[in-house]
């Protein structure tokens, strides 16, 4: 290909975006909607065969299926909040299981803010629809935002009277200004590219295992409830495992070496994994199931002149959070694309840069996954994690500081590695997890016991742990819908507290709140806030008091937005802060209506 210089995409300019699952939808998007910023008029189509809404292969996309935190909460204050018809279950808690115990992680806030959803509408033997596909949700949402969808396959592509020509199986050629590819790791699309010669390679892969289980929502919530399970067992060529809840069914991942039929078994048949299951349980009864390959290094030069690669084909984050770097690649392609322009010289100064920090945070996350490794072969260093993260769960020490939280974010992939390495290296980290390793190593602590979580909560509100007085909360009963993010909160309840410190942001989910100040001891109501809408959000700029009270009124379910995890998305994408100062503006217009009012109130 030759290079062109000065591209830009101009009103009329159409844009093809092979791929319609998560990349290719928050592309479309984000692109459509900064466009409509700068008053630039483009046409967006996506060419996506497949139909999200048909249960089995036919409609999936191949992923275990989790929507990590950080992602459900930058999607929240980019106003697209996940509907319960799209969560099969919200996620408030993981497991940690170990052949010396297990361990249950709360979230920091007790809330639902993973979500466990399904690329499609299901395995392939769904008994019955009570959810819409993931895939499908975001497809609908960049539809609505006016992209086109074509349900046709791209089976060429060239370069044309400088631009980039598509064509279909049963279509004629089309001319398009710019052309995101979005099209994963799991197909032969990607050698559709090798003859336009700009130096892109495909990423470097490798396969997972994912089966997925029909037990019935009850047997769901009895043995695995609304916690993801991660193993770390001393099991040969397994690097890692996890058994994830979704409404009726569940989802059995594997990572690791050469994984086959006889490491499967070997994994369900360890006393450890047995307890997440019923006793009448078999592999046979398998529902779907599938051997992705998972993105493990990201690809070679992934931009062209009028061309650029996002979400896992171009880079993904190492095993965890795929579709948190489907999003940030999407976007920033997006934003290089519509501020900057489309050539080549424009995706490296703009877009390749949040590329390679995804793929240097990726070379951490070796590394630590090295580590975790090593202390997977040693039973005392096993016992260690277990010790220090049962006396942080019960309250002995602060899990801000120590393993729970490490732990969390590596499950989670809700901080990057790097963030979680600098985090293990503090000191007070090191003091203790010192001092469990040489705990662990005294004979007394030796035998251990495993919890079991085959009991509901309601039954079983504490087990003890090992031999040590460490206590651990199981699964708790469900306050709201399984799928349902967010925190609920009951009519009249306190939400937010006039006088109070905040450094925290609320998006109302379900329900509705009220916005009440206190005036010489009289309550004066400022205004109702409806779903979606985001209240506190001045606080997250700047600590300060609540300048006015928020609760619930009737039954209202909010999210909450970590100060933390939003000014580091910030800090990568200035361009969100433009929908938040949308949003505050709207608050000050507001207030100052509200103001008058009351002014004038005050005079009659």
Known sequence: MNRQTGLKLNDGSRVAVMGGGPAGSFFSYFLLNLAERVG???QVDIY??????????VGCNMCAGVVSETLVQYLAAEGINLPPTVVERG????????DVGSVRIDTPLHEKRIGAIYRGSGPRDLRELKWESFDGHLLTIAMNRGARLIRQRVVEVAQADELIRIKTRNGQPESYDLLAVAVGVNTATLKLFQELDFGFRPPRTTKSFVREYYLGEEVVDKYVGSSFHAFLLNIDRLEFAAIIPKG??????????DIDKDLLETFVADPVVKQCFPPDFSLDQVACWCAPHINVKGSIQPFGDRIVFIGDCGVSRLYKDGLGAAYRTAKAAASTAVFQGISAEDFRRHYWPVCQAIETDNLVGKFIFTIVGGIQQWRFARRAVLRMVSNE???????????????????????????VFLRALHPAFWTRFLRDLAVSLWPLHRGGTKIKISQPASETPALRLGAGAYTVHLLEKYATRTGELGKVYQDGEVIIRQGEIGDTMYVIQAGRVEVVVDQGGQEVRLAIREVGQPIGEMEIFERQTRVATVRALGQARV???????????????PSLTYYMMQAMSQRIRELSVDLARLELDSRT
């Open 48 to 57: 996506e065969p497949r139909d999200f809404n048909v249960p089995g292969p």
């Open 393 to 419: 769960q019960a309250g002995k020490a602060r899990p801000e500081r120590g393993m729970s939280l490490v732990m969390w974010d590596m499950f989670t992939g809700s901080a990057p590695y790097r963030e």
């Open 40 to 42: 630039r008029q483009i």
């Open 559 to 573: 999210l909450t937005v970590d100060k933390k995890s939003l000014v580091r998305r910030i800090r990568e994408d």
């Open 91 to 98: 996620i408030d808690s993981y497991m940690l299981h170990m």
């Open 248 to 257: 009726d069914y569940v989802t059995l991942c594997l990572l690791g070496q």
